[in-house]
């Protein structure tokens, strides 16, 4: 077997490792679970939190990586996969609803993301939109419509700060239709546009912060987050999801 070519320092991946359609979710458990729902997979690296696999669907390549949580391991994982030549990253991940009419369990597919965080501020003034690509959206939105649940479409936030978070700008962006928070979509969105690759979001929703339901477990009866059965049918069902976009986006149909 011959050594690895280019070895990335921190996924720990080389050439050939990684297709060109990845998946991203933000937890590392989940990169086998994506996996699964793989035609066939092979484990090609598990270093300091990042896991990757690589496998087919109907004969196209796809690889699952993990990010971690927020948006400085992921300007990491988008910079070496960019390197390895990924061309299409997709952010399976989880997500609070700042909007009354999103249920926990629903599905969110991010048109854009509000800037934030400070790691996107590293590579472009707070002027340049965090936005994903058209094509990606479209793919989403068109696999999702059977969906059996709820999707919806829209801005979201990416904050750096899990456990803080101003009342009055949350009541700010929400008023501006915000649909959600998570972590590290601005990033993912930022750096796709300077790389020239494309980037899209596609959301669990496990909590809702306009109706005080937070992720986490209070008690020994009450399931929060992904604990919720709901939510675990809902990241299942955007695995499939993002899955089926990938389909699309490879068949070349023209979304335009």
Known sequence: MSAKKRIQPHIMCGVGDVADYVLLPGDPKRVERIASFFDEARKVADYRGFITYTGKVDGIGITACSTGIGCPSTAIVVEELSKLGAKTLIRVGTTGALQP??????????TGAVRSDGTSREYMPIEYPAVADFDIVSALLIASKDSPIKVHRGIIQSSDAFYAGSTDTLSKLAEGNVLSIEMESSTLFTLAGIKRIKAG??????????????KGEFDENEKTGELDERVQRA????????????????????FS
């Not at 669990?204 to 306009?210: C, I, S």
């Open 101 to 110: 009419y999103i249920d926990v369990g629903d599905i969110i597919v991010a």
């Open 201 to 214: 979001t596609i959301l669990a929703v496990d909590g809702n912060l306009a109706k005080n339901i937070k």
């Open 235 to 254: 990241i299942d069902e955007e695995i499939k999801i993002a899955i089926k976009a990938v389909k699309l986006l490879a068949s070349n149909q023209s």
